[in-house]
């Protein structure tokens, strides 16, 4: 069997162009995943949410300065008053109790695991609902193509990057919330197209389905009270990870070993850009958590060297304040 013959056969095996995985050639010895770990961080996402809520106990500590609480039939449950807590959640003093982000007090109260922690909290149901739905729509597609161990450590490691760069920016509010993760999955998804990009087979509906997709979402973040730079942070760190986590191997490769001669001139894995982009991006990703690090630890306020950083995360306008 010749070269052209396993090039027809496998052309025959191309999808259609949407930005799924029918989007690129598929070999038939390409492993396809079963997604586990993404609906158990959904499930982890919806217990702790439970946790927090039951801790909140709205009835008992809620003074009604506010008003009542939302929902009373669900007894400790219900909600914090929508004047205090629009999205159908707990107060703030429970998710700063539970492990929301505070720069002050990762800094000077050496409480680091925040920045971890806080990647699991919601401020409330509509916040949940929207950050899971993402998840599963964007998760899925991922495990399914690269396994539950690449699409974990993205998925963390993002969140923890988001956090660092909220941490840096935003100092006298709390944050909470899986957008950095979430954003670094779409960051990864970007970089897995330009890094695959010789296997795709509709490129440009693919980029452009993905760049619509992410210009939305951060237009999203410019709006009051969201915070765009756990959007930013996030993004940024899954899009590093995505060019030294999930490059594909060359076109054929996978088949070389059964068929002697076919691939012979497949003498590498991965195409020499590969190479260069995931020794670029590993370089960049050790550098850029390094200094962020150094800064957050010696009580750095990043504002005080980027003047213009703030309108990254919010635009005042004759409608609303930033502050």
Known sequence: MN????ESREVKN?????????????EDTETQWTSWLVPM?????????IVVMYI???????DEFEGKCVARFLERFSFQPLRENPLFGPSATTLEKMGALESTKVVNKHQAWRLITCIWLHAGVFHLLANMLCLV??????????????????????GFGGSVLSSLLIQNNISVGASGSLFGLLGAMLSELFTNWTIYTNKAAALATLLVIIFINFGIGLLPHVNNFAHIGGFLTGFLLGFALLPR?????LEQRNLPGVGAGLSSKYKTYQYVLWIVSVVLLIAGFTIALVMLFREENANDRCHWCHYLNCVPTSRWQCD
């Open 3 to 6: 070269r052209q013959d396993i």
């Open 137 to 158: 729509f964007i998760g899925t597609r991922l495990e399914q193509q690269f396994g539950f161990v690449r699409i974990g450590v993205i998925y963390l490691v993002s």
């Open 41 to 49: 961080f959904v499930v982890a996402n919806i217990a702790v949410f």
């Open 249 to 253: 191997p060359k076109y054929g490769w």
């Open 56 to 62: 909140n106990n709205c009835p008992k500590h809620n």
């Open 14 to 26: 191309r999808g259609s162009s949407s930005l799924s995985s029918s989007s690129y050639l598929i």
